[in-house]
T-cell receptor, first 112, second 112 residues
Framework: GENVEQHPSTLSVQEGDSAVIKCTYS??????FPWYKQELGKRPQLIID?????GEKKDQRIAVTLNKTAKHFSLHITETQPEDSAVYFC???????????FGSGTRLSIRP | DAGVIQSPRHEVTEMGQEVTLRCKPI?????LFWYRQTMMRGLELLIY????????DSGMPEDRFSAKMPNASFSTLKIQPSEPRDSAVYFC??????????FGPGTRLLVL
């Protein structure tokens, strides 16, 4: 079955700097790659997603890139702000398109 | 739409007791998922339904766990008997064929 690996597990960056989180997946049939942000005590919420027919997608300070050949995708946050502090999860859907497998999460801390 | 609704939000029970968690998916969504989140294991998929039918329950830890979806607007996850290691946050999520998953607020379960 699908396996999603996420790195790093923790990340601390200075406010204003960029943060990058990387994920790899195993099932070449996976076609949808969402990213979720989970603040302390809250539910995971979708922040951006990308489908396998697209290489890059951007939404303000957040961007996601996908390399299907290498089976990896990344989240980029630019000009980080204190409110970006949270746990971020990458995910992938296997070919069945109905089951989502999450990475282990990255705890991002923004230093003032 | 009110989003995915879960109840109760918090549950404290004693080992050996039966626990029932409830979920109401977003109207029109035909997929429903139950996840468990712990520090050690992250977000684990327990079971998911499509059109009220259980599709994959391979993530259900053991026979003490059972899930039902009697209609399109209601699902339950039952633990009988509960054990301290079942303490976790249980999330329900729903989606449609567009593959965007929406999570409920979660039920924080503590088994003493």
């Amino acid at each position: 079955g699908e396996n999603v690996e996420q790195h790093p597990s923790t990340l601390s960056v200075q406010e204003g700097d960029s943060a990058v989180i990387k994920c790899t997946y195993s099932d070449s049939a996976s076609n949808y790659f969402p990213w979720y942000k989970q603040e302390l005590g809250k539910r995971p919420q979708l922040i951006i997603d990308i489908r396998s027919n697209v290489g890059e997608k951007k939404d303000q300070r957040i961007a996601v890139t996908l390399n299907k050949t290498a089976k990896h995708f990344s989240l980029h946050i630019t000009e980080t702000q204190p409110e970006d502090s949270a746990v971020y999860f990458c995910a992938a859907t296997p070919g069945s398109a109905s089951k989502i497998i999450f990475g282990s999460g990255t705890r991002l801390s923004i230093r003032p | 739409d009110a989003g995915v609704i879960q109840s109760p939000r918090h549950e404290v029970t004693e080992m050996g007791q039966e626990v029932t968690l409830r979920c109401k998916p977003i109207s029109g969504h035909d997929y429903l998922f139950w996840y468990r989140q712990t520090m050690m294991r992250g977000l684990e998929l327990l079971i998911y339904f499509n059109n009220n039918v259980p599709i994959d329950d391979s993530g259900m830890p053991e026979d003490r766990f059972s899930a039902k979806m009697p209609n399109a607007s209601f699902s339950t996850l039952k633990i009988q008997p509960s054990e301290p290691r079942d303490s976790a946050v249980y999330f329900c999520a729903s989606s449609s064929m567009e593959q965007v998953w929406y999570f409920g607020p979660g039920t924080r379960l503590l088994v003493l």
